[in-house]
């Protein structure tokens, strides 16, 4: 049996699409608990035809603030990059859907999560606009670019859309906070988030100053096309032990996950099987014994270099990735395990704005074949007949499934 054992460091750690708006809170309900959530699925412009709500902020125009941003859900496109945006504009403009009537921001690229089910934090500094306002939108927009995620048919960009309801003053006299209490759910999952993200920290490894080698930056590493990794996460709530199986000839992956995943108090389990030839996931939580089925994006490999948004900078034996210079928000660290074919392994990696809440590093890997049975789903997901949507109209995911199991135009989609 090939086994390696992997020695790296990342930030002083030793190795052993869905969007919502957390702050300012966005318009209507906030759902974090989960991936995929419905408050964070809002597809026209400007905020998904959610209404209309007081100002929930106050801020001082010309000034500096922070904003926080969730990627619920990751529908990376490899064939064409995504972003994700911040934009002002007057409600009266904004109620308009005139995209010249937005000041633009900050803006910072998608990246490949690998798994869908992923959630990803980002905190950014923005400047406000030198101007008073006393009704403005805050929108923040995930443009995915992701051909199956077209929802509705002339949002061809694939355009995920959240707002808050602020207001901008030339000088603040009074608190800025101007909404009630959040919900006691809401209010805790942020304070873990925030917690998270002081405790977990990398070095600032910024490459806006540095000349750029074209050698380096031309340079591309692909993954083997069948290998499975051996990782540990920490986080402030504990760890959580990973275990990754990739098989590209099959088309098929698994990530399992046990230990302090979430807030829930006890030591979790959930295992995420892509089958990429129907396209399908089963998210199985292991403890509770419930499994769920969504329908899948596109197969991407697992790629690292510039034809991924990601700059390049070399750190020891290991190569450092990131994903975008200006906000750090997705680091990865890799070992060649054949340099002149150009593979390598990840062997470290965080998500999640300037100061990531969870690093995961990886101590081993394995380049054997991967037994099928390891790509099988579990009973209770077998049962489970009925398929979520993680994004997609429901037309065009029932065509999709149409193909590959005969179904006709039905309200829901139904495995057989």
């Not at 750690?13 to 708006?21: F, G, K, M, R, Y």
């Not at 499994?291 to 190569?319: I, L, W």
């Not at 398929?387 to 065509?399: D, I, L, M, T, Y």
């Amino acid at each position: 049996m090939l086994k390696y054992t992997l020695a790296c460091l990342l930030g002083g750690v030793s190795v052993s699409a869905h969007v919502c708006l957390l702050e300012p809170r966005q318009r209507g309900e906030l759902g974090l608990s989960v991936s995929g959530d419905h408050s964070c699925y809002r597809r026209t412009p400007y905020c998904g035809d959610v209404a209309v709500e007081s100002p929930s902020v106050e801020w001082k125009a010309n000034s500096r603030v922070r904003v926080s941003v969730q990627q619920n859900f990751n529908h990376w496109n490899s064939e064409k990059q995504g972003f994700i945006d911040l934009a002002v504009a007057e409600l009266k403009e904004a109620e308009t859907n005139d995209e010249d009537k937005w000041r633009k921001l900050t803006s910072w690229q998608d990246f490949p999560a690998w798994e869908m089910h992923t959630q990803t934090n980002f905190t950014v500094s923005v400047d406000v606009p030198n101007f008073a306002c006393d009704h403005c939108i805050l929108r923040v927009r995930y443009v995915s670019y992701n051909p199956l995620e077209v929802d509705p048919e002339d949002n061809t960009d694939a355009i995920f859309y959240n707002c808050a309801d602020i207001r901008i003053v030339k000088e603040l006299e009074r608190p800025s906070k101007l909404r009630g209490p959040r919900q006691e759910s809401e209010t805790a999952e942020a304070g873990t988030e925030e917690r998270e993200s002081q405790t977990l920290t990398l070095p600032s490894l910024s490459l806006q100053d540095e000349p750029i080698d074209p050698i380096i930056y031309s340079r591309v590493c692909t993954s083997p096309p069948v290998f499975s990794l051996n990782c540990t996460e920490r986080n402030t709530l504990g760890e959580v032990t990973h275990q990754i199986y990739w098989d590209e000839k099959a088309l098929k992956t698994r990530w399992d996950k046990q230990g302090a995943i979430s807030t829930t108090a006890g030591t979790e389990s959930i295992s995420l099987i892509n089958d990429y030839t129907k396209p399908i996931e089963y998210v199985n939580l292991l403890k509770e014994g419930v499994c769920e089925v969504s329908e899948n994006n596109k197969y991407y490999p697992m790629k690292f270099g510039h034809t991924e948004g990601m700059f390049h900078r070399g750190r020891g034996g290991s190569d450092l990735w990131i994903a975008d210079h200006r906000y750090e928000h997705a680091k990865w660290m890799t070992q060649y395990v054949d340099e002149k074919a150009n593979l390598c392994i990840p062997t470290a990696w965080s998500h999640g704005g300037h100061t990531p809440s969870r690093v995961v590093t990886c101590d081993s890997y394995s380049l054997d074949p991967i037994p099928a049975s390891v790509f099988e789903p579990a009973p209770e997901c077998v049962q489970e007949k009925t398929v979520k949507f993680s994004g997609c109209r429901p037309e065009q995911a029932r065509s999709t499934w149409m193909k590959f199991y005969g179904q006709g135009p039905t309200e829901s989609i139904i495995v057989q």
